[in-house]
């Protein structure tokens, strides 16, 4: 075999390798994507079915602290859910706004406040005050809205707070 050929089949190979890692990274882009919108769609379900269970006349007391219990947890662990190249750049449908990315300092307060909020309905719901805990449901969804208002595209899965 040529020297010249030899170069060809090695460019080749770099290529598909290349091209492998490229279909590979828009995979791995498109599960992170995935998985943070699943995420995101148990914390909302937590939250409407914590506000189903306070329209009962006696909420059911382990129901409520489930609901707030699933909220405060993947509350602390979102602020993983946005690593680098997940935003829009990445080619990949997503909601995220790029400014969770530009402004990671201002995203980062933001879901903070979301945590220290969802820790406090946590406590709430755990003390069997119906009137405490429809307040703090209601500050909660507050800094959820709040974030979602400067760092989420309007979509059709938009949440109605």
């Avoid at 699943?38 to 379900?45: A, E, L, V, Y």
Wanted: with cysteine.
């Amino acid at each position: 075999m040529s020297v010249f050929r030899m170069h060809r089949v090695a460019l080749a190979a770099v290529l598909v390798v290349l091209a492998a890692g490229a279909g590979y990274a828009q995979e791995t882009t498109e599960n992170l994507v995935l998985a943070r919108q699943s995420n995101s769609r148990d914390i909302g379900g937590a939250y409407r079915e914590l506000n189903s269970e306070l329209k009962n006349g006696v909420p059911m007391k382990f129901l409520v602290e489930q609901y707030a219990g699933q909220m405060a947890d993947l509350a602390k662990e979102q602020i993983t859910w946005f690593p680098a190249g997940t935003g829009p750049d990445s080619g990949v449908k997503t909601a995220a706004k790029a400014e969770i990315w530009s402004q990671p300092e201002e995203f980062k307060k933001a879901n903070d406040v979301f945590f220290v909020e969802a820790e406090k309905l946590r406590k709430v719901a755990s003390g069997g005050d119906k009137a405490a805990l429809a307040e703090q449901v209601k500050v909660t969804a507050q800094t959820c809205k709040a974030c979602h208002d400067k760092f989420k595209e309007k979509d059709e899965h938009d949440f109605q707070f």
